[in-house]
């Protein structure tokens, strides 16, 4: 919902009002998690968060960062395992009964598939990576399809510009991405009729578990830097307020679009 409230000037002012809505955050790893930085933006606008984690070892982590976010559920995920998925709808259903906001945060490649030649990336490394960084938001959304077609709902999941660009050592995770993106489109025309819009946004490099896992990293931070219009690197904040407004009604227009929130390095041709 998009709320008038008064502004003192005999104006008005646009507050985003999301009580009443749930949202499902997965990809929280830690506090440098993107998907933390969206999480933060969901709760301060008054949505029910749930926020799902890999595995038991991320399980105290994510709970000390949920006990910030007073109500917020956690609940273990891995997307590899359909059981796991399934047990969170169901005990989506039972606290909930609808979904309104699914943010999808999850990638994974092996390290050497991250730093090695891409030509001879692995027949199981290519598997993995293209199951946990994008069949999983197409398996995870039909997971929680009777949930999020009850009201209408807005998913959003997290790209990179090396979905259409070559990207030195991004390697099977540029597939991944180039994969996720389609489907992005797929899934936004399909569950377009059920009210369920479906966009990515492609941010910039930022300092996280999952970016220092690729080879480089630190050097792609100081090139993007150096390169992009606004002469600077993106802030996780700003990838946070980007997936707001593409979670809220603000952005109820848009469908099936990738969101660059990077400083505008991807309009750059030199
Ligand atoms: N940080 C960046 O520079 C950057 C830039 C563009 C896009 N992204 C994308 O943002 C998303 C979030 O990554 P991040 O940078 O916040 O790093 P992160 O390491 O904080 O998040 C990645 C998350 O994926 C989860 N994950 C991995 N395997 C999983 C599985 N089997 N089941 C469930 N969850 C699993 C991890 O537990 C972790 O929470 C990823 O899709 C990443 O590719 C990141």
């Known amino acids: 919902m998009i709320a008038p409230a008064p502004a003192g000037r005999g104006d008005t002012v646009i507050t985003i009002d999301l009580s009443g809505r749930h949202a499902v955050v997965m990809g929280v790893a830690n506090h440098r998690s993107l998907s933390w930085a969206i999480a ?3 709760h301060r606008a008054g949505a029910a968060l749930c926020l799902t984690y890999a595995g038991e070892r991320l399980r105290a982590d994510v709970e000390q960062l ?10 273990a995920c891995d997307v590899t395992e359909d059981r796991t998925i399934s047990a969170v709808a169901r005990r989506l259903q039972r606290e909930w009964g609808s979904v309104e906001c699914l943010v999808h945060g999850i990638a994974y490649a092996r390290k050497q598939d991250l730093e090695g030649k891409f030509v001879a990336t692995s027949r199981e490394g290519f598997q993995i990576a293209l199951e946990v960084s994008a069949y999983s938001l197409l398996n995870v959304t039909n997971h929680l ?23 030195p050592n991004y390697n099977v995770m540029g597939s991944a991405k180039a994969v996720l993106e389609q489907s992005v489109r797929q899934l936004a025309w399909e569950l377009g009729p059920k009210e369920i819009r479906v966009n990515a946004i492609s941010a910039g490099p930022v300092s996280t578990l999952a970016a220092r896992g690729v080879h480089g990293f630190v050097g792609m931070l100081r090139h993007h830097a150096e390169r992009a219009p606004l002469r600077r690197n993106i802030t996780r904040e700003e990838v946070g307020s980007a997936g707001l407004f593409m979670l809220s009604d603000l952005s109820s227009g848009i469908t099936g679009e990738t969101l660059y929130v990077d400083a505008g390095y991807h309009v750059m041709g030199l």
């Not at 949920?66 to 609940?75: D, F, K, V």
């Open 66 to 75: 949920a006990s910030r976010l007073p109500g917020t559920l956690t609940l």
């Open 40 to 42: 933060q933006q969901l």
């Open 145 to 167: 399809l009777p949930l999020l077609e009850r009201n209408g709902a807005s998913i959003v999941t997290l790209s990179y510009l090396a979905a259409e660009r070559a990207v």
